[in-house]
Nanobody, 112 residues
């Protein structure tokens, strides 16, 4: 059974930083493209970033480009999202995703 468990969310002031982590299990993590998606209050899902299986190729939504960095540790079955220069509009529940499967999410709130 695929399991994705996110952690690292919280309350941060505008301009601050957070690092999200995702622990993956139940599948061969190193073989799959992984992504981070988010859902802001009252809005639909937005794919924030995606990374290839080897970790060498990543893509970002225009809204986070230059501020967020996705990475992975295939030896530890972990996915990360480093978020810098956070803005109030980054407030959302962030999910780690494999295909259409998501974890339970972690709340990120950017507010002064």
């Amino acid at each position: 059974e695929v399991q994705l468990v996110e952690s690292g969310g919280g309350l941060v002031q505008p301009g601050g930083s957070l690092t999200l982590s995702c622990a993956a299990s139940g599948f061969t993590f190193s073989l799959y493209v992984m992504s981070w998606v988010r859902q802001a209050p009252g809005k639909g899902l937005e794919r924030v970033s995606v990374i290839n299986s080897g970790g060498g190729i990543a893509d970002y939504a225009d809204s986070v480009k230059g501020r967020f960095t996705i990475s992975r540790d295939n030896a530890r079955n972990k996915l990360y999202l480093q978020m810098n220069s956070l803005k109030p509009e980054d407030t959302a529940v962030y999910y780690c995703a494999k295909d259409l499967i998501r974890g339970q999410g972690t709340q990120v709130t950017v507010s002064s």
